[in-house]
């Protein structure tokens, strides 16, 4: 089990990540109100909270409890000689009180302290026990190591927090050996396996040992130890070196654990010992059956955990801190971390296995603890009083909410909770262990974050990422107990086993949907923390959460200026230039590199496609951002090159693209160079039309009305010229966003369009082209001209059989926009109009994929496009068999803008004098082209308030209609969705084989290519 | 090899010299192109960068002219006869390799593995 719990743990993290990936929707730039808002928050970053005055548990009452716990310890220690004499003594006697009343070694410790005589009657009992489990750790001992190697490994893997614990636990194993010492020569050979020990190898073992083992020392109530524990211990011992002990005892694990639990967790917590007598019982049993699972559980999970790192590094790290007496080494770390670190990650695998998704457990172990938490008070420890300081205030947090999240893992074993009653509830595994063990409530994790031994501010921060994770209300606790300054703070801490966790910590607290925990960690300046990081780490894991954390709080609107202004650059040279294989000064004799999709390079596009949907400033900076459009167009040449372009950043990168096309014709420097000379004069013989057009068009304002006007005259113009529009000549390669409208890039989206599968992407790229071939200028021309003669047309015409939704409407807006180049409206015009019919709802049927209305709203749209100022074009619109369908939705649709939109080509077409005959004999009359009276009203009151506010011009506004769902298109979408679900999962299949066939056969794709472009296709010739 | 359009290019380049074969009234070579700027460099197969619209050899006829002088499938043509080939039409390097009037082509060719053989020995591009 144990094993297994690590591997979850690890994954959580992950797939947290992923699932804000998710979240993190492309957006289209619609609105630059993100910045305004950023401003106030902006501000400068304010001193990061100093993390001992930051909670009332500041690191001198912190010292201050040590002191007394080491004082406590002495006593212990005392006791505990005591205790094991009256252990040898006792070793031959049986066990007075079998199974039944069975304390805990550490129990008996406590009852010492508390009353003596009780523990002595304690410590016959465990004696049995102990033997047993000794007898089987040692067994283990042999396999163990490898686990151990394992989870060490985890531990320089540094992710898994839970690895790191173990190698904590690893360390605790030899302390215990010294306690159980007593314990062992009773039954085990103890002294014998110790000797050869070295501590090297026991130590190694008695992590193992302990994991089986520890359960059943619970003599861990002697942990009660502080870190300095080991002082003490040497202290009490002194005269005995250190080695003998471990020889002697090294077999038992469990006490030694314990203490350097207790140290680094709350010096408070720890020492409770348990107060009912029952709690042995329950313990008991446990142990013996825990053990060999235990084992089991570690040689299964120690092996998935090996490939994470190189454990072995910390194994010697771990051997020779044993041996040293300091306390306060590598080993002091450890040690404190080892029994919570043990517990939670023992929780946390049950968390996960369990599923994080029983939360349900945590409340029970709240419940449970409650009770327990006066314990600490009513004992006469010398602590008390500070204990009972921090108890109190801990305590309103404790009871309700706080501590529970520790509890979780409780729910496992029924043995936990007995023990719950007693105290607060520790992990299952702690508490087989230990019964006296908890785990530390939210209140003291945190303040163990300000801890002065940075081994316990790492595994705070790596038990809070466990904990955070998918647990809102945990993240809300935390934010609201000040932790998540403290976590930005150790960002900046030097070791990187610090700043990695408090990273993962972070990146979870993070994740999800309340924007506070981000704003939060904005206010304490974690932006700028977190870049300075990025800056200074090579750890791959490291940047991993970096630039995870990054996306996560590039989700929330406003902070998307403020993550630009403190981490594009570095975000673009530190990883996406890097990352994507583009070279600023390309060697000449190295070849491209690809693109590596790596995760760091996901994140950090995820988090630029964020920011990238901020408004204009934003995208301004983006396509300013040194090397960061060269190095996005060459990740995704590399992607098409290598025909990889389905992955998360391919649709990242091509959602950056597409979002920086955005308004590219406005907003780039020097765009009004490019300004479409012929658009003020000459109006073209479209005019009038466009005119009449313009009234009709849903998009009416005023403003708006006589910008597309211009547009309309300007593409009369500027069609004829087309086919003997020669491209600019360029006296040097074109570079930073100057790349984003180059024609060079409409064969990378066609290519894109061709051959990805995912629909993200195809929308993207179809965007993307869609952006570009808006607006006048001379690019937009020429990328228009463009997409023809790459042959792209036909490419999009087929992207309209999408089942997609917003596939069909992102191409549909696109050829619209691309349908001002002349020529192309007239290519699409007659190649395409039956797929953009088809897409059309039949009557009150809806269409066969169900298309939203948006869809629907948009392909209307580019047919009234491609029917203006063509009659041959609304020929074949009548050809297509769409005025049944156009009456239909303009007679029945539900939808206000479905209507409006159809009556606007319904119109057009009867304006062309010479179509009314052939309409005529088809049975139509003129009042099928008239808006119908009810609905046509109401189109204007409802279906304009989208738009109205924006003078952006007809294409354009669609744009934003198709990036950013306004709530009211929402709120029809799911309406008018639920009705016709059935229909959409059986017609699709029909409907497309249909389809695709009709025009494989009919049209080939290849005639939707003008005739002027089309060149000799000599695929191959011989000579 | 990078392509930039209006930049000069740099590759290590292999010359051959092909004696072509006389078939009946035909000069043949003994081999296909495929690519050239009117084509899809997208269908490409040779191509390491798929925006290259290059002139690329397709296929070879077995004991032919081009095969007995060392041209490989998948060499990238760069000059015929001193013409380059890296901006033209297909149909415009298919005449200048069979021209009537020529029975000797030269070639300059690039190729994959003329690259790696010159980064891996240390040794200097050819530059043209």
């Known amino acids: ?1023 | 090899m990078s392509f930039i359009p209006g930049q000069p290019v740099t590759a290590v380049v292999q010359r051959i010299e092909i004696q072509k074969l006389r078939q009946g009234e035909n000069l043949i070579l003994g081999f296909s192109i495929g690519g050239g700027i009117d084509q899809d460099p997208g269908q490409n197969p040779f191509s390491e960068d798929k925006t290259d619209k290059g002139i690329y050899v397709t296929r070879i006829t077995p004991k032919g002219p081009a095969e007995v002088a060392g041209l490989m499938m998948g060499d990238k043509i760069m000059q015929v006869n001193g013409w380059d080939m890296t901006m033209v039409t297909h149909d415009q390097a298919r005449k200048r390799l069979t021209k009537k009037n020529e029975d000797v082509v030269r070639l300059l060719v690039t190729r994959k593995s003329l690259e790696e053989a010159v980064n891996n020995s240390k040794g200097h591009q050819a530059r043209h």
């Open chain 1, 1 to 1023: 089990m144990f094993v297994w719990a690590f591997l979850f743990s690890l994954r959580s993290p992950l797939r947290d990540a992923a699932i804000q990936s998710n979240l993190s929707e492309p957006r289209l730039p619609h609105s630059t109100c993100g910045v305004t808002a950023l401003a106030d928050i902006k501000g400068k970053a304010q001193p990061i909270p100093d993390m001992e005055d930051y909670d009332v548990r500041s690191a001198a009452s912190i010292l201050a409890s040590v002191k007394e716990q080491e004082a406590r310890f002495e006593q212990l220690t005392r006791a505990l000689e005591e205790e094991r004499r009256t252990l040898q003594l006792g070793r031959d006697n049986p066990p007075p009180n079998p199974a039944t009343s069975q304390p805990l070694a550490w129990q008996q410790v406590v009852m010492q302290e508390q009353s003596p005589s009780n523990a002595t009657s304690m410590a016959m009992m465990q004696e049995p026990q102990d033997v047993v489990e000794e007898t089987v750790t040692i067994e283990e001992d042999p396999g163990t190591p490898t686990s151990h190697v394992s989870v060490v490994t985890s531990d320089d893997g540094t992710t898994r927090r839970t690895e790191t614990k173990v190698t904590k636990m690893v360390k605790t194993v030899t302390t215990r050996t010294v306690r159980q010492v007593p314990l062992g020569p009773d039954g085990l050979p103890m002294p014998e396996g110790s000797s050869p020990l070295g501590s090297y190898t026991d130590s190694i073992d008695r992590r193992y040992m302990k994991n089986g083992g520890d359960r059943f020392i619970t003599p861990q109530a002697s942990s009660t130890l502080t870190r300095s524990y080991n002082n003490s211990y040497n202290d009490s011992y002194g005269e005995t070196p250190e080695s003998q002990y471990i020889r002697h005892y090294g077999l038992h694990d469990g006490y030694t654990d314990l203490t350097d639990n207790y140290g680094s967790l709350s010096r408070g917590i720890n020492f409770r010992p348990p107060r009912y007598p029952y709690m042995p019982n329950s313990y008991r049993p446990e142990n013996s059956y825990t053990l060999p699972n235990r084992k089991d559980d570690y040689g299964h999970m120690a092996q998935p955990q090996v490939p994470m790192g190189s454990s072995t590094v910390d194994l010697n790290r771990s051997q020779p801190e044993r041996f040293q007496p300091e306390p306060y080494g590598l080993e002091d770390d450890r040690r404190s971390f080892g029994p919570e670190d043990e517990e939670p990650y023992e929780l946390e695998p049950d968390y996960s296995t369990a599923n994080r998704r029983t939360l349900k457990g945590a409340n029970r172990g709240r419940t449970h603890r409650e009770p327990l938490r006066d314990g600490p008070r009513v004992r006469g420890y010398p602590d008390e009083p500070i204990d009972t300081e921090l108890i109190d205030e801990r305590h309103p947090y404790i009871q309700g909410i706080y501590s529970a999240p520790l509890a979780q893992p409780e729910r496992g074993s029924m043995a936990s909770l007995d023990r719950m009653g007693g105290r607060r509830s520790p992990s299952i595994d702690s508490i087989r262990k230990d019964p006296r063990w908890r785990d530390p409530d939210l209140t003291e994790v945190i303040a163990m974050l300000a801890h002065p031994i940075d081994p316990v501010k790492s595994n705070a921060a790596a038990y809070l990422q466990h904990l955070c994770y998918e647990n809102d209300k945990i993240k809300k606790d935390v934010r609201h107990l000040k932790g998540i300054p403290v976590l930005v703070g150790l960002l900046d801490h030097p070791k990187s086993e610090v700043h990695r966790k408090a990273c993962g910590a972070l990146r979870n607290i993070s994740y999800g949907k309340d924007n506070d925990n981000k704003v939060a960690i904005k206010n304490c300046d974690g932006i700028p923390a977190l870049v300075r990081l990025l800056r200074k780490t090579n750890d791959m894991e490291v940047r991993e959460l970096i630039t995870g954390t990054l996306w996560n709080l590039s989700s929330y609107e406003p902070l998307k200026m403020v993550i630009i202004n403190h981490g594009l650059q570095t975000m673009t040279n530190e990883v996406i230039i890097p990352h994507s294989g583009w070279e600023h000064e390309p060697n000449e004799d190295s070849k491209p590199r690809d693109a590596e999709w790596t995760t760091v390079f996901k994140n950090t596009s995820g988090c630029l496609r964020n920011v990238s949907s901020d408004g204009a400033e934003a995208r301004r900076r983006l396509r300013e951002c040194d090397g960061l459009v060269d190095a996005l167009l060459h990740a995704l040449q590399s992607a098409v090159g290598k025909k990889d372009m389905d992955n998360k950043s391919v649709e990242n990168c091509v959602c950056i693209m597409r979002n920086l096309s955005y308004h590219v014709h406005k907003e780039v420097p020097g765009a009004d160079r490019f300004q479409d000379p012929s658009a003020p004069q000459a109006p073209g013989s479209a005019g009038p039309q466009r005119k009449k057009k313009d009234d009709a068009g849903c998009f009416g304002g005023k403003k708006a009305k006589e910008e597309w006007f211009n547009q309309g005259r300007k593409n009369g113009e500027n069609d004829k010229n087309y086919d003997t529009l020669d491209l600019p000549k360029r006296t040097e390669p074109s570079k930073g966003f100057e790349l984003l409208y180059q024609p060079e890039v409409v064969r990378l989206y066609l290519s894109l369009l061709t051959e990805s599968q995912n629909y993200n992407t195809l929308e993207a790229a179809a965007g993307a082209l869609q952006n570009l071939g808006a607006g006048q200028w001379t690019w937009s021309n020429y990328i228009r001209a463009t997409v023809r003669k790459e042959k792209g047309l036909p490419i999009l015409v087929e992207l309209l059989r999408s089942d997609s939704d917003k596939v069909v409407r992102a191409v549909a807006i696109a050829l619209r926009n691309l349908s001002i180049d002349r020529r192309n409206k007239d290519l699409i015009g007659s190649y395409a109009m039956r797929d953009l019919v088809s897409n059309l709802p039949s009557g009150q049927q809806r269409p066969a994929k169900n298309l939203e209305e948006d869809t629907v709203v948009a392909i209307l749209n580019t047919i009234h496009e491609i029917v203006t100022d063509s009659s041959e074009n609304a020929r074949s619109l009548i050809q297509a068999q769409a005025i049944e369908k156009l009456v239909a939705i303009n007679r029945t649709s539900q939808s206000p803008r479905e209507t409006k939109a159809a009556s606007h080509v319904l119109q057009t077409v009867w304006s062309y004098k010479d179509l009314r005959n052939a309409l005529t004999k088809d049975g139509w009359n003129k009042s099928h082209f008239q808006p119908t009276a009810t609905a046509t009203p109401k189109a204007t009151k409802n279906g304009k308030p989208g738009y109205d506010d924006t003078t952006l011009p007809l294409m354009e506004k669609n744009q934003d209609g198709y990036s950013t769902i306004d709530q009211r298109d929402k709120d029809c979408k799911y309406k008018t969705g639920d009705s016709s679900v059935d229909l959409t999962e059986r017609e699709p299949l029909k409907n497309d084989t249909s389809r695709k066939h009709y025009i494989r056969s009919n049209r080939p794709a290849v005639s939707l290519v003008d005739a002027c472009d089309v060149k000799p296709q000599p695929v191959d010739s011989w000579v």
